[in-house]
């Protein structure tokens, strides 16, 4: 029997083993690593190696409709100031999972994130003529990811 594809459209959030308000979108999600070029002195060839240096972890972009939640807002707050407080520096630092879902409904991969802070939050431009609907979004920066698959079923 051939894998199961997953579709992009069906996935869930969660924070700290928490199911989080829905998203409808998730992006910027990615690793990379830098690499320092180099070449002995005494090489014949005129070529370059590239030497692995550091692993960069690029920002990762959740966006929902707006609700009647503060959770992303009271995240952000939690290291930026606002118009009255200092920022509370408390539990700032979350661990996230990013679960693609089967077309069943269950569980399937999963990216299980760690050192997640937020960065930035923003919402949509609000127009009195437009018909979208209020949109926030938050983007985390992130100390490191790993990939899970699910369990083999029999």
Sequence with gaps: MPDELYKSFKFIVEIDN????????????????????????NELLTTTTGV???????????????????????????????????PTLVNAKRDLTIVLLKDDG??????????????SYKINDLDGLGGDLAVESLEVS?????????????
């Design 142 to 154: 992130i100390a490191g990811f790993k990939r899970v698959n699910p369990a083999p079923t029999t």
């Design 18 to 41: 928490m199911p989080a308000a829905a998203f409808t979108k998730v992006s910027g999600f990615g690793v990379s690593v830098d690499r320092v070029q180099y070449r002995a002195g």
């Design 52 to 86: 692995p240096t550091f692993t960069q972890y690029e920002n990762i972009t959740f966006t929902r409709g707006i609700i009647d939640n503060l959770d992303l807002m009271d995240w952000m707050f939690t290291l930026a100031s606002t118009a009255d407080l200092p």
């Design 106 to 119: 269950s569980r399937g991969t999963e990216w299980q994130i760690t050192g997640a802070t937020p960065v």
